[in-house]
């Protein structure tokens, strides 16, 4: 199978299967398949559904758009290998750390460094940022593979 360059920025929607209130990234900006690593933006929409009236922000957010871009990454990389991207989900949250809640109809950078792998399961390293402030890091294990298991 030959690789080729899909070019960037590229839409969420060409790289994931989620849709309309479901899809929290835009766009995937960068992707470094050497050092293992890739950048995605977004934007808190004003009528989200993580924004709810009683509490503010579900927290749960910045952990989903971290996996959101995870999974536009692996997208990317089917595309440009012209395969299906792998079926995947998050398997676990470690270290994670909020250190600010995101403006509303701001841009949000999504940082990801994948730094272990071991079988389908992959430790990533991730820091979402806005206007240059840390609003949150930590790491994710994503299981990645063919099919999902029975």
Not at 41 to 50: D, K, P, Q, V
Not at 61 to 78: F, K, P, R, T, V
Not at 82 to 90: H, R
Request: proline share 3%.
């Amino acid at each position: 199978m030959t690789s080729q360059e899909i070019s960037l920025p590229c839409a969420a929607e060409k790289l994931i299967p989620h849709r309309q209130a479901m899809c929290l990234i835009d766009c995937l900006l960068e992707r470094d398949r050497v050092q293992l690593s890739g950048r995605v933006e977004a934007r808190l929409a004003a009528g989200s559904m993580f924004l709810v009236e009683e509490h503010g922000l579900l927290g749960e957010y910045l952990i989903e758009l971290a996996a959101q871009s995870m999974a536009a990454i692996n997208g990317y990389d089917g595309l440009c290998d012209g395969a299906n991207a792998k079926v995947g989900f998050l398997a676990g949250v470690d270290s994670w750390q909020c250190l600010a809640l995101p403006e509303v109809e701001t841009l949000i950078t999504i940082d990801l460094q994948q730094t272990f792998e071991f079988g389908a399961i992959k430790i990533i390293q991730a820091t979402l940022s806005q206007q240059g402030d840390v609003l949150a890091l930590g790491e994710l294990k994503v299981w990645e593979g063919d099919e999902f298991p029975s």
